[in-house]
């Protein structure tokens, strides 16, 4: 397994305004995703951060609203952009390591709370 | 495309009884398949993974699962329910290694005392 970090756990913020999200992994990672879970609800996919190259984001996720960068092969953000109550969710990261496919963990993810 | 159906958001059980959740799939390729748990104000937790092995999985905390294709379902068990079990459970299924997770809508499970 992986010891994966979020900066901030929560933060509440004023519409309009916007907020980046910090994923670090103290493991060597293949793959990163960025996944959005609203208020009781499931887990989508935002987009798959790719290393050094834009991310590829999934249908109704737009690069302007959700600008994602992955300089290094551990380490990634995820802004969330001129933000509304509807962005009110958790945003967490998963990553796949070096060496244990097919198995996907998941950092504590971020609170956020848009006023 | 692939897509997860979890029957029950809630499920409800008395502390010492069967745990049953349900998970069915659909998808193009034969898949691989998750159940995640979360708890109250954390992440999520892999239970387990079925990646075309044994059909019957065991995973942590005394859960396992069994991949019948036939009936393309994936449901997690598990014989006594514990007080600590109480969480929400999420079956995903991804088609191939390294892609997309695409998860149900999840399951609450409630344990009585």
């Known amino acids: 397994s992986a010891v994966i970090s979020q900066k901030p756990s929560r933060d509440i913020c004023q519409r309009g305004t916007s907020l980046t999200i910090q994923c670090q992994v103290d493991s060597q990672v293949t793959m990163m995703f960025w996944y959005r879970q609203q208020p009781g609800q499931s887990l989508t996919l935002i987009a798959t951060a790719n290393q050094g190259s834009e991310a590829t984001y999934e249908s109704g996720f737009v690069i302007d609203k959700f600008p994602i960068s992955r300089p290094n092969l551990t380490f990634s953000t995820l802004t969330v952009s001129n933000m509304s109550p509807e962005d009110s969710s958790i945003y967490l990261c998963?990553?796949?390591?070096?060496?244990?496919?097919?198995?996907?963990?998941f950092g504590p993810g971020t609170r956020l709370t848009v006023l | 495309a692939q897509s997860v159906t979890q029957l029950g958001s809630h499920v409800s059980v008395s502390e010492g009884a069967l745990v049953l959740l349900r998970c069915n799939y659909s998808?193009?390729?034969?898949?691989?398949l998750f159940w995640y748990v979360q708890y109250p104000n954390q992440g999520l937790q892999l239970l387990l993974k079925?990646?075309?092995?044994?059909?019957l999985v065991k995973g942590i905390n005394g859960f396992e699962a069994e991949f019948k294709k036939s009936e393309t379902s994936f449901h997690l068990t598990k014989p006594s329910a514990h007080m600590s079990d109480a969480a929400e459970y999420f079956c995903a299924v991804e088609e191939t290694s390294g892609s997309r997770l695409t998860f149900g809508e999840g399951t609450q499970l409630t344990v009585n005392p």
């Open positions: 998963s990553v796949e390591l070096a060496g244990q496919y097919n198995e996907q963990f």
């Open positions: 079925y990646t075309s092995a044994a059909t």
């Open positions: 998808s193009s390729v034969p898949p691989y």
